[in-house]
């Protein structure tokens, strides 16, 4: 039993972090290359939707200087994907919100990246699919 879930944790090993990889430059490089933003500001982007509103949050989520973000905000705000909003009470307090043109960005590489994805898993027979999915479930009722 344990030389059998050696060898399931060697194959994860092998597959999961190529796919990953693979899919993620695939979403970074639609990102960078349709929209001409930087890897570090499709990263800002994404933060910011998943909630890191300020400037301190998104330093702390990707572990660099707040002058780092400020910079990627910036060049984000100009290019309008971004907009800040300051609190009446506290000016100090700056919320950062994604635009509709900064939603869109994000909506249309996640939209291209599933495409792609489909396109790499039109590939397998429908059995083959069958069998990764059955897989999938089971990777997640053993991780979750």
Request: aromatic share 6%; proline share 1%.
């Amino acid at each position: 039993m344990e030389e059998h879930l050696n060898q399931a944790a060697e194959r994860f090993w092998e597959a999961v972090p190529t796919v990953w990889d693979r899919v993620r430059d695939n979403l970074r490089g639609t990102a960078t290359s349709q929209f001409n933003i930087t890897v570090e500001q499709f990263r800002i982007l994404r933060h910011i939707r998943h909630g890191n509103a300020t400037v301190g949050q998104l330093a702390t989520a990707r572990q660099i200087s707040r002058s780092a973000v400020s910079q990627s905000v910036e060049l984000l705000v100009k290019k309008g994907y971004v907009c800040r909003q300051e609190r009446i009470e506290d000016r100090r307090y700056v919320r950062l919100e994604l635009t509709n043109k900064g939603t869109g960005l994000l909506n249309t590489a996640y939209s291209e990246n599933r495409k792609w994805i489909m396109s790499r898993l039109s590939t397998l027979t429908p059995d083959e699919t069958d069998h990764m999915l059955q897989g999938l479930e089971l990777m997640k009722k053993a991780f979750l």
